[in-house]
């Protein structure tokens, strides 16, 4: 048994060509025009609708973002459990020529050698002065050439010390004989 479906007739009414088959035009609601603008101006129209604290917070942390990525902090060091105070900066170093009595003493001597400069007076046998220590712990900068000794055997040896340490060594040289011992 076979059926046959009727064609699908168009109805006048339907057909593309009226005018009926076009829907009734619609009215769109009158609006204001869209302004887009830029954060600026969203952060002033926010401050003029009372929201103020949350712009606050938006600029303050806007401008903390780009102070930080402008000039980045250093790193924080790890805390640590003790605290250790830091020791005190070196006292800048200056050169001091000190002569020493004894010239067989500074043959023994290279440079960055660690020395103590002693010095005894120059008053006879008997006196009740004694020996004092002016400098301890002072780098032998430069020794003299093997052969170059004063007349009365002494010889110059520069010493790398603090400066108030060689103002010291500078007035005890005046007054006594200066000796080292190597440390």
């Given at each position: 048994?076979?059926?046959?479906?009727?064609?699908?007739?168009?109805?006048?009414?339907?057909?593309?060509?009226?005018?009926?088959?076009?829907?009734?035009?619609?009215?769109?609601?009158?609006?204001?025009?869209?302004?887009?603008?830029?954060?600026?101006?969203?952060?002033?129209?926010?401050?003029?609708?009372?929201?103020?604290?949350?712009?606050?917070?938006?600029?303050?942390?806007?401008?903390?973002?780009?102070?930080?990525?402008?000039?980045?902090?250093?790193?924080?060091?790890?805390?640590?459990?003790?605290?250790?105070?830091?020791p005190p900066a070196p006292a800048?170093?200056?050169?001091?020529?000190?002569?020493?009595?004894?010239?067989?003493?500074?043959?023994?001597?290279?440079?960055?050698?660690?020395?103590?400069?002693?010095?005894?007076?120059?008053?006879?046998?008997?006196?009740?002065?004694?020996?004092?220590?002016?400098?301890?712990?002072?780098?032998?900068?430069?020794?003299?050439?093997?052969g170059e000794t004063r007349s009365?055997?002494?010889?110059?040896?520069?010493?790398?010390?603090?400066?108030?340490t060689a103002a010291a060594l500078?007035?005890?040289?005046?007054?006594?004989?200066?000796?080292?011992?190597?440390?």
């Amino acid at each position: 048994m076979t059926t046959t479906h009727p064609s699908p007739s168009l109805s006048p009414s339907l057909s593309p060509s009226s005018p009926s088959s076009v829907p009734a035009p619609c009215t769109v609601p009158p609006f204001e025009p869209l302004r887009v603008r830029g954060a600026r101006h969203r952060l002033r129209r926010a401050l003029r609708r009372g929201r103020r604290a949350p712009a606050l917070l938006l600029a303050l942390t806007a401008g903390a973002l780009a102070v930080a990525h402008t000039n980045p902090a250093p790193a924080a060091p790890p805390p640590t459990t003790t605290t250790r105070a830091r020791p005190p900066a070196p006292a800048p170093l200056v050169s001091a020529p000190v002569r020493i009595a004894d010239a067989a003493t500074v043959r023994l001597l290279r440079p960055g050698d660690r020395v103590d400069v002693i010095a005894a007076p120059n008053s006879p046998l008997g006196a009740e002065d004694e020996a004092r220590v002016v400098a301890t712990g002072a780098r032998v900068a430069e020794v003299p050439p093997p052969g170059e000794t004063r007349s009365d055997g002494g010889a110059l040896v520069v010493l790398s010390v603090p400066r108030p340490t060689a103002a010291a060594l500078a007035g005890a040289g005046v007054t006594s004989q200066l000796a080292v011992t190597v440390c």
